[in-house]
């Protein structure tokens, strides 16, 4: 449209608009009352392929014909543009409102990485002003009526998780990603008590990098273990959504910015037919 205009990147770096803090919780609930169901993926540590499942999932689920969006409040490490080929894109504006980048018909896109005019430049910020981003996304963006808000957010149990937790209004829960090894699975326990003590639904666990099938003969190994997020799931009385491979088409796929969950031809298999089984689940609820 002709009226939009690139975003006033000052305003995000000095912490937004200057409404107050009653005005902006109006606001943030007038925005959020237009989405049906919000969903924070969430991973006690790095590496275990957080980002991945959240945006399989946002995309997985506009493929089944939902309107979808996707915040990425990973404030340091944005990821979600580069594994949906969007590295590069601008989010545009006008006035206070901020329009997501558009990905498909109904799937739309926010992050932090949009906002910058440098890819390799730091996002060099204490966690008030973290939390103030936070905040705009969930005010200015002009995310519109959807059926489903997936949000990506940083490892731990930090700043950026506990701010969009606590902002977003009715959430219908968590999904938290790790992976089988006991170093892993220490971190993913504290995500299940964070959950808790804020009172926040565990939709489920999914245990990645479960297996790796070797794609010559199709033997199985246990390259990180098997079975410890399955287990873990019992132990703390949570949901156990399923197991993802350790898929060398997966990395590809996210690289080249081309979700794995949806690939045409050439795509994980095995991989494909356990994430659909994982987002089924996760639509009934």
Known sequence: M????????SSFRSGGNSCGADQ?????MENMGRIKHKIVVLSGKGGVGKSTVAVNLAVSLAEKGFNVGLMDVDIHGPSVPKLLGLDGVMALGAGKQIYPVKYSDNLKVMSVAFLMEDADEAVVWRGSLKMRLIRQFLTDVVW???DYLIVDSPPGTGDEPLSVCQMIPD??????????QDVALADVR??????RQL???VIG???NMSTFVCPHCGETTDIFKSGGGESMAEEMDVKFLGKLPLEPHIVHSGDSGNPFS???????????????????SIIKG
């Open 2 to 9: 002709n009226d939009k205009n690139d975003v006033n990147r």
């Open 24 to 28: 902006s919780e109006q606001i943030i």
């Open 144 to 146: 519109g009526g959807l």
């Open 171 to 180: 959430p219908d829960g968590a999904v938290i990603v790790t992976t089988p």
């Open 190 to 195: 504290k995500s299940v008590t964070f959950c």
């Open 199 to 201: 009172k926040m639904n």
């Open 205 to 207: 666990v999914i245990e």
């Open 262 to 280: 949806t690939m045409v031809s050439g795509g994980p298999a095995y991989a494909m037919e356990k994430f659909s089984i994982i987002v089924d």
